[in-house]
């Protein structure tokens, strides 16, 4: 019969809400109370406190299945893993935690202790393997340093000192990788290995951005060097800027200009532009303008300037000279003349200079008339035609054309020769040029 009625009063009772608090145990509580299963369920939970540990200060007793918690721990979080600990086990009806954190700086910090001597004995335990990493990769970088100090076959394999530095330096970096790798797989951490390559991908964007020019400077100086678009000695022309190349260096492109001064300009700068290397070719021609009068024979007056031409010792046969109508003027047409000339051994000015002189001699002495450039002057006031004719301007007397060729050798050009060889002797080892290498165009 008692045992009916506890049935019966099983089934009557509500079955747990969700409301519950879920650190508290779920189930029916049973209807009779048992000191002995109380016991037991104090007994069972001060053995896993004991073998957990830190759970020194935490007193454990149990009445009716109700287990109540008093005490210390090191961290909430301690005095909350009881509620759990004590939810699986069977036979309790709720927990009562009454567990605070402790405040005492002893007990606080003797696990601060205990894990710094833990680590450390794991440190020294680990030295020997460490050893072993940096010695594996100390003489992986020994030997790439050693490899990229070797003269051949870099010098051979690169155009100039500058591209063989430049191999060194990535052979000295793909071993310097090569030794991390082989470390990190001896000590077990090659997971690393990505970590450390991503971040110094993204440091090495973040400075690329910061020092823009700077990087697009050393690129073009790499593609300069390699390219050799002018030869040391060479006349170019680089944005506007005349003169001859004394040499390229890893930053800027230095020329002497025909004043004596020197001209820096950026390799960026130079990568981009426009150069015009007029000792590309040893023959370059010049041209001269001559202007005839309107009523000149224009046939005869060509005629006569390419025989004169032709006929100077330093124009070359071959391209051979020509002539021809420019334009025609306000007081005069217009007659271009082209000679060619070896400009090694010509001075292209002197050429030119001694062409005009010479084509002038000789329409003089033909009686070909050069005009000025005529003004019609109106409304002078009292200066008029009369006053003109009474004060005549007598004509100035004309000296005999001298028809002796001067000298044009490249005189000027050899000195400027002499001190760009001086400038460059003083710093031969910063100098990417090479006379001897192929340029390519």
Not at 97 to 126: C, G, K, S
Not at 318 to 332: C, F, Q, R, T
Not at 359 to 385: H, K, N, Q, W
Request: hydrophobic share 50%; glycine share 6%.
């Amino acid at each position: 019969m008692r045992l009916l009625v506890a049935c019966l009063f099983c089934l009557l009772l509500p079955l747990p809400g969700h409301a519950q608090d879920e650190s508290q145990p779920t189930g029916t509580i049973a209807v009779e109370d048992s000191a002995v299963q109380d016991a037991a369920i104090a007994v069972r939970i001060r053995d896993i406190l004991t073998e957990l540990g830190g759970y020194s200060d935490v007193t454990v007793t149990v009445t009716s299945g109700i287990v109540t918690f008093r005490g210390t721990t090191l961290d909430t979080a301690s005095a909350a893993r009881l509620n759990e600990l004590a939810g699986r086990v069977e036979g309790v009806v709720a927990i009562e935690n009454d567990v605070t954190e402790t405040t005492d700086v002893v007990e606080r910090l003797n696990p601060a202790m205990d894990r710094f001597r833990a680590r450390l004995a794991q440190f020294v335990a680990f030295l020997p393997l460490a050893a072993v990493a940096v010695a594996a990769f100390l003489l992986v970088v020994f030997a790439g340093l050693v490899i990229a100090r070797m003269r051949q076959p870099w010098d051979r394999l690169a155009p100039n000192a500058f591209i063989a530095d430049i191999y060194r330096q990535i052979l000295r970096l793909a071993f310097m990788i090569g030794g991390l790798v082989v470390a990190l797989d001896i000590l077990g951490a090659t997971a690393l290995l990505s970590t450390i390559l991503g971040a110094a991908g993204i440091v090495g964007l973040a400075i690329g951005f910061a020092v823009r020019d700077t990087v697009e400077n050393f690129i073009a100086s790499i593609m300069l060097s390699i390219r050799q678009p002018f030869a040391p000695n060479d006349t170019v022309e680089i944005e506007g800027d005349i003169g001859k190349v004394i040499r390229l260096t890893s930053r800027a492109t230095i020329l002497l200009s025909f004043d004596g001064n020197h001209i820096r300009i950026p390799n960026a700068t130079v990568f981009k532009s426009r150069i015009v290397n007029y000792s590309r070719n040893d023959e370059r021609r010049f041209l001269i303008d001559l202007g005839v009068a309107y009523d000149t024979d224009l046939a005869a007056a060509q005629a006569l300037a390419l025989d004169t031409v032709k006929a100077l010792p330093f124009t070359l046969e071959s391209p051979e000279p020509s002539v021809w109508i420019e334009e025609l003027g306000d007081s005069a047409v217009i007659i271009k003349v082209a000679g060619w000339i070896a400009q090694h051994e010509t001075s292209y000015l002197k050429a030119r200079s001694e062409a005009w002189r010479m084509c002038m001699a000789a329409f003089d002495t033909e009686g070909i008339v050069m005009p000025e450039t005529t003004l019609r002057v109106l409304g002078v006031g009292s200066y008029g035609t009369d006053q003109e004719t009474a004060f005549p301007v007598p004509p100035a007397p004309q000296a005999e054309p001298d028809l002796r060729p001067q000298d044009v050798q490249a005189s000027d050009e050899a000195a400027l020769e002499r001190i760009v060889n001086a400038e460059r002797e003083e710093l031969s080892e910063d100098d990417l040029l090479n006379r001897e290498t192929l340029r390519q165009e």
